[in-house]
């Protein structure tokens, strides 16, 4: 379903596709222990996330920091759907993935209009509106104590079959299509004329601009892109967690989705994706050190930022003897 | 009516230290063109340093403000020496990144140290408040404005009338013609981000004892520093005092509204800011 | 085809423009030539629409461009290049080229969701940015970053990327500074070329051999005003405009 064109990497790429596919789907079979299926959950949750702010932070160069707050407005909306009128996933992944879009297009003409420090700042701060917004409207959003009961669907086939996805492995495998989906959309779009205009916006903005491509309608388009698509992680979420509160706003959840981008690579989309597989099960691996955890992933951060700012899949193209960002031809993934 | 002059007293105070740390910001852009997001991190650890050096060490107040000064800005010479020498040069995404992450370690290692319970400063002066012009007050909150008013003055004379004040500010505005001219640039940028480096943790060590000492406190004034930044304009030392005492006025009288509201006030502000003045595309070149 | 009323703009005080006025037509070269501090990049900033004037109108292919964004002027077909190069760093020429030909191509979100536009897109780019780059002499730096081409080379790049987007009418901002002789006489045969080909083109240029030898017509200006405008020959004689050059003359 992922098409894959162009000559170069196509070929090994495809042959390692099938037996990580194969993995991915018997996944629930292979891990015993229920407490890794929810972390392999989690895990395709960041994985949207991850992606999603590639395509601001890699693809356009923009340093959205405020990103959580698209995930958090996803999951809330799913919730108060869910709660008050009995929407199900299959609805509230759509409306949550609308709602958080239609928020970043209201910021959009409020915040693409500037860029640098500014930029940063604005998303930074509308984070924490949205914090304080969840934290005081206490009518709807039971402030500081949360809305717990989010349920996740059951799916009934011909009225035959049912599936409850309240099961951790049915719900692994809802996550597992959602995720992919997702992925491969902004796998698409990352590498459509779109993608271009949005890789022209961060090499040179005036130039792009002279060159006849509209740079605010195309920051525009990733900001609200990537939102609707961090809404829907936050849909996803919310159903499996079953609890929403005002933490979700919390810059570390935008911290974590960064130090995936830059792990794995930022302006890839395949970066993004192994950045959060390891940096989900890292943190499990330190389970030891807890109390450390914020210190070790920080340092992380900032030695990544420093020393290796194109993440595994430049250190990778580094052994290859090929710079990715330099050839750019289309079809790399 | 009335409250109005004591709103205004209680927004200054506070706003000189937002003042103070916004002016270390804007010397380390303005200089050094790198954002730094761990500058507020100075300000907490000034004051956990003043902590530490009056209940732990048993110091007097006086001799542990000037320690933890003085402490704080040799980390600053540290950090200015490895790590934002890397980043000279870099990109605005790199530094950011940069030292958001050192931000996060900053406020976490000071967590772990010494624990997510605020603490406080023993305050030197006598217990009890002054009233005059009715106003009511601390004679800590009066040393903050005092020591505020100090140095904007030490600042303006040696801007104005040192040599080194008057190299700092031709590097401002014209970094490559600087070093042809024999300005020792490495010097300067390291002497510059020792003492916003200092001014913030004074201000970490007044405030910390006026009010209490936190980790989280260091995040909060970053994102104070760049709000009063963003208002005031980067560019400017005049800038970032006068934005910073206007935030802290405005979070003041926002209190009236709500006690919840302080912070939101801020955040409103730059919003307007950017509805009213946006740095477009064009804003840019115009 | 293009052009210039009464185009007037200060900054901080200082008249940049006052009153320029004069019309480039699709057939012509012309030159816009003058004293450093004449206001020529500012002209440009204003008819591309990276400034705005505080008077006058820009008018283009009978369209009113004055105030439009800059990415609306090059779809129109009036493209510019930069007087200090600009370049896409990260990208290799080829690619930066493609990126050039999606001018006034718009690609709207619901495309990426049908199978093959996105590959027929590539190819068109792909097929257009090979001939511009033939034209333009680079073909053979096609996969090198742009960062690593020479100077003259990146000069050559930009006009490329100009082409690329399918111009009526380009503006070139000092294309020849920092080229050696050689290089600007094959630049400005290319410029010749490119003239022939249906393009009109408007020269910002200090290279007055280059100037004389390529121009249908020039126009000098001096402290933001236009003070002559004609055939070279004619300028060459105009005593204003050897006097705004300091009594040096102007030799071809």
Redesign the interface.
């Known amino acids: 379903m992922v098409?894959m064109?162009g000559p170069r990497r196509s070929a090994g790429i495809r042959w390692a596709m099938l037996p990580l596919a194969a993995i991915l789907l018997i996944l629930p079979c292979l891990v015993g222990i229920d407490y890794y299926l929810h972390v392999a959950i989690v895990c395709l949750v960041f994985v949207i996330l991850a992606v999603s702010l590639d395509l601001l932070?890699g693809y356009c160069?923009l340093?959205s920091?405020g990103h959580t707050a698209f995930f958090a407005f996803g999951a809330y909306a799913a919730a108060l759907l869910y709660l008050h009128l009995g929407a199900p996933l299959w609805i509230t992944l759509f409306a949550s993935g609308v709602f958080a879009a239609l928020i970043a297009w209201l910021l959009g003409l409020?915040?693409l209009?500037?860029?640098?420090?500014?930029f940063?700042?604005?998303t930074?701060?509308f984070a924490?509106?949205g914090r304080?917004i969840a934290y005081?409207w206490t009518d709807v959003t039971h402030g500081q104590v949360g809305l717990p009961g989010i349920r996740p669907p059951v799916l009934s086939i011909l009225g035959v079959l049912e599936i409850d996805f309240a099961s951790r492995a049915a719900y692994y495998y809802l996550a597992l299509a959602i995720t992919t989906v997702c992925v491969a959309?902004m796998w698409?779009?990352a590498?459509?004329?779109?993608g271009?205009?949005m890789?022209?916006l961060r090499?040179?903005?005036?130039?792009?601009?002279?060159?006849?491509?509209?740079?605010?309608g195309i920051a525009t388009?990733a900001f609200v892109?990537s939102a609707f698509f961090a809404g829907v992680a936050g849909s996803l979420y919310a159903h499996y967690t079953g609890f929403v509160s005002p933490d979700l706003f919390y810059?570390t959840y935008t911290?974590t989705m960064?130090i995936m981008v830059?792990l794995g690579g930022k302006g890839t989309i395949v970066g993004p994706v192994v950045g959060a597989v390891l940096f989900t099960i890292l943190p499990e691996a330190l389970r030891v050190a807890a109390?450390?955890r914020?210190?070790i992933?920080?340092?992380m951060?900032?030695v990544l930022?420093?020393f290796a700012?194109e993440g595994l899949a430049g250190l990778f193209n580094r052994f290859t003897g090929r710079?990715r960002?330099?050839?750019?031809?289309?079809g790399d993934a | 009516m009335d409250f109005i002059p004591q709103y205004l007293f209680n927004g200054l105070v506070v706003g000189s230290s937002y003042a103070l740390i916004a002016v270390g910001l804007t010397a380390i852009f303005g200089l050094m063109q790198i954002a730094n997001f761990a500058h507020g991190q100075f300000y907490m650890l000034g004051a956990f340093m003043a902590y530490w050096f009056t209940r732990v060490i048993g110091l007097n107040f006086w001799p542990a403000a000037a320690a933890s000064v003085f402490a704080v800005m040799l980390l600053g010479i540290l950090l200015e020496r490895t790590l934002f020498r890397l980043l000279r040069g870099a990109s605005l995404s790199s530094s950011v990144l940069a030292t958001i992450a050192l931000s996060i370690f900053l406020e976490n290692l000071a967590l772990h140290v010494w624990g997510p319970r605020p603490q406080k400063i023993p305050s030197p002066f006598e217990p009890g408040g002054i009233e005059a012009l009715g106003i009511f007050t601390t004679p800590d909150r009066l040393l903050m404005l005092g020591i505020t008013a100090a140095v904007v003055v030490c600042l303006h004379g040696a801007l104005h009338y040192t040599t080194t004040g008057k190299a700092v500010r031709a590097t401002f505005q014209q970094r490559e013609a600087a070093a042809l001219v024999g300005i020792d640039i490495d010097k300067l940028y390291t002497l510059t981000f020792a003492i916003g480096a200092g001014l913030a943790a004074l201000a970490g060590v007044i405030l910390g004892m006026i009010f209490v000492v936190q980790p989280s406190m260091g995040g909060v004034a970053t994102l104070k520093a760049f709000i009063v930044v963003t208002l005031g304009g980067i560019s400017s030392f005049a800038g970032g005092i006068f934005g910073g005492l206007l935030l802290g006025i405005a979070e003041s009288f926002g209190t009236i509204i709500a006690p919840s509201f302080k912070d939101a006030v801020g955040f409103v502000l730059v919003l307007m800011i950017l509805l009213y003045k946006p740095d477009g595309l064009f804003g840019k070149w115009s | 085809m293009l052009e210039i009323d009464s185009i007037a703009v200060s900054f901080g005080g200082v008249r940049a423009l006052r009153g320029v006025s004069f019309s480039a037509m699709a057939k012509d070269i012309t030159s816009v030539v003058g004293p450093n501090g004449a206001g020529k990049t500012t002209l440009f900033n204003i008819i591309t629409g990276f400034q705005c004037p505080e008077a006058g109108r820009v008018t283009f292919d009978g369209r009113p461009v004055t105030g439009w964004r800059p990415n609306r002027i090059a779809v129109a077909g009036l493209v510019r290049t930069f007087q200090k190069t600009e370049v896409f760093g990260g990208l290799t020429v080829a690619r930066a080229v493609e990126i050039g030909t999606i001018c006034g191509r718009p690609f709207p979100l619901w495309r990426t969701l049908v199978l093959g536009e996105t590959q027929r897109a590539r190819d068109e780019a792909e097929r257009e940015a090979a001939v511009v780059l033939a034209r333009c002499g680079l073909s053979d730096r096609a996969d090198q970053p742009c960062a690593a081409l020479s100077y003259g080379e990146q000069r050559l790049l930009e006009l490329a990327l100009a082409l690329a987007a399918r111009p009526r009418m380009v503006l070139l901002d000092e294309p020849a500074s920092g080229l050696n002789p050689t290089e600007a006489r094959e630049l400005g045969d290319l410029i010749g070329r490119v003239r022939d080909g249906g393009i009109g083109i408007v020269l910002i240029e200090h290279n007055m051999q280059l100037v004389m030898r390529v121009s249908d017509r020039i126009v000098v200006l001096h402290h933001g005003e236009k003070i002559a405008e004609g055939k070279p020959d004619a300028i060459q004689k105009d005593l204003r405009v050897i006097d705004a050059y300091l009594g040096g003359g102007i030799r071809a």
């Open positions: 098409v064109i932070v160069g340093l920091l409020l915040v209009g500037v860029r640098g420090h500014r940063v700042i604005t930074i701060i924490e509106i304080l005081n959309a698409r779009i590498h459509s004329p779109i271009w205009r890789v022209a090499e040179n903005e005036r130039l792009t601009e002279a060159s006849g491509i509209d740079t605010r388009i892109l810059f911290t960064l830059f109390d450390f914020l210190m992933f920080s340092a951060l900032l930022v420093v700012p710079s960002k330099l050839t750019m031809r289309p």
